[in-house]
């Protein structure tokens, strides 16, 4: 069946239409990056005002690329949480006016649920159960995706997401926003033995914790060695945050025994990241997924993908669905 999908979560406009959970057929991202680089971060009001503007043309463009009607399509999943506030009520908004005019069902998805099914997107042969590390701008999760509609958490992080530590580590050290690829592309050329910055391993736990590693970059920026580089910091930081991130998947693969590991979400996209967490996952005969970086970063495609079996089984959410600007999925201790 096609699904049409939208996302509006953050700063990125997106539509896309999908076949069941497994094959995009356009996939439309309106990025406001540009427009929110000099503030630094994004605005939340700017946000929802480009929203508005754009929502309506990514759509169209989405049904187009996909050469699809209103007609052919069986239901449309919009995110409706987490996220913020103001930007999610313009893709929900949208969406239940399309859903009411076209008369077809309406499915709410959750974001990071969304993030996890970039995976079936990328791999069409990956079954259930699968772990899943949703590595993003406000998260940092270990995800088992137990079944089509079972997804708890074993570890998450207790303060800073990884992604928020690239992108403040990448504001001290003076590059634009946004400072995940910046950062990235200065590693390229660093010595990632520079500096040892502090790795948070939370003994006992498949918790993670990256405020103490932004601290650290701060004092060590503020009273610089002479003989490291900037590219050297870049390099040292990203090693740290990799060497947490992959340790503690694997770690979080063997408590649950899942053989099945994939990366999502906007880090996911870091090529440090995905080419450890292959490694890792090789050197223990698991089975690495690690979708393509437009993937992992925030698109609809996924949202259509996760809104599949809702849909199939004649589900729908009503006209009063609302947005929530946080909800944590279920947590399970499993060390
Ligand atoms: N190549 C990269 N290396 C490191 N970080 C990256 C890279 N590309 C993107 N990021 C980071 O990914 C984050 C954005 O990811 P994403 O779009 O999934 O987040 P979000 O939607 O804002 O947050 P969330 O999904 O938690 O609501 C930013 O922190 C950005 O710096
Ligand atoms: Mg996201």
Not at 36 to 58: F, I
Not at 81 to 107: D, E, N, Q
Not at 173 to 195: D, H, I, Q, S
Not at 314 to 333: F, H, I, M, Q
């Amino acid at each position: 069946v096609f699904i049409l999908g939208l996302e509006t979560s953050c700063d990125e406009t997106s539509a896309a239409v999908v076949e069941d959970d497994r094959r995009i057929l356009s996939s439309v991202v309106a990025s406001q990056a540009d427009l929110h680089a000099k503030w630094g971060g994004v605005v939340p009001e700017v946000a929802s005002r480009m929203h508005v503007e754009r929502t309506l043309p990514v759509i169209i463009e989405a049904l187009e690329q996909a050469r699809c009607t209103p007609e052919d399509l069986a239901g449309i999943a919009v995110t409706n949480r987490p996220g913020l506030v103001g930007a999610l009520v313009v893709g929900v908004a949208c969406a239940k006016a399309l859903a009411y005019a076209w008369r077809k069902p309406l499915i709410g998805v959750h974001h990071l649920v969304g993030h996890v099914h970039a995976a079936p997107l990328a791999d069409r042969w990956l079954s259930f159960p699968f772990l899943c590390l949703v590595v993003s701008g406000g998260h940092t999760e270990l995800i088992v995706a137990e079944g089509p509609d079972s997804f708890y958490c074993v570890g998450r992080t207790r303060d800073d997401a990884a992604g928020e530590c690239f992108d403040k580590a990448a504001r001290l050290l003076g590059l634009p926003y946004p400072g995940g690829p910046a950062l990235e592309r200065l590693a390229r050329e660093g010595n990632r033995e520079a500096v040892s910055f502090p790795r948070a391993w939370l003994q006992h736990s498949l918790d993670f914790s990256f405020s103490g590693l932004k601290t650290a970059v701060a004092r060590y920026v503020a009273r610089p060695d002479p003989s490291v580089t900037q590219a050297d910091i870049a390099a040292s930081l990203q090693a740290a945050i990799v060497d947490v991130l992959v340790t503690k998947t694997i770690l979080a693969a063997e408590a649950t025994g899942i053989r099945k590991v994939a990366i999502a979400g906007g880090v996911a996209a870091n090529e440090t990241l995905a080419s450890e967490f292959r490694a890792a996952c090789k050197a223990k005969g698991y089975d690495a997924t690690v979708p393509p970086k437009e993937l992992c970063t925030d698109n609809a495609a996924m949202i259509a993908a996760a809104a599949y079996r809702r849909l199939r089984r004649g589900e729908a959410d009503d006209l009063n669905l609302d947005v929530v600007a946080t909800e944590y999925l279920p947590l399970r201790s499993v060390k």
